[in-house]
């Protein structure tokens, strides 16, 4: 993956892409959020990297990439552990 002209993370697991936050994953949410962009009217530049932290965003996609590959592994468990036989055949006791 390549993100700055001077910065390419690469090895990143597929399943990771498989935590979806809507239509997309969240690595690919983080990358389009952390992008420089310039409004056009205002000529505002908003750059949301920290330059006194150069290695703040590789750290930020290491853990989304945690959380990604950690959700996805207990969502499978959860999965295989219970059926949708389990959970629509049981009666909800009235008090």
């Known amino acids: 993956?390549?993100?700055l002209s001077d910065l390419t993370l690469s090895e990143i697991p597929q399943d990771c892409f498989h935590y979806r936050l809507g239509n997309r994953s969240a690595l690919d949410w983080v990358i389009d959020q952390y992008q420089v962009s310039e409004d056009k009217r205002s000529g505002i530049v908003?750059?949301?990297n920290n330059l006194d932290?150069?290695?703040y965003i590789v750290r930020l996609v290491g853990k989304v990439i945690t959380v990604s590959m950690e959700t996805v592994r207990l969502v499978n468990e959860l999965a295989q552990a219970v059926k949708m036989e389990d959970w629509m055949s049981e009666t909800v006791e009235e008090n």
Do not use: T
Request: aromatic content about 12%; overall charge negative.
């Open 46 to 48: 908003s750059d949301p």
């Open 53 to 55: 932290d150069e290695e």
């Open 1 to 3: 993956m390549n993100w």
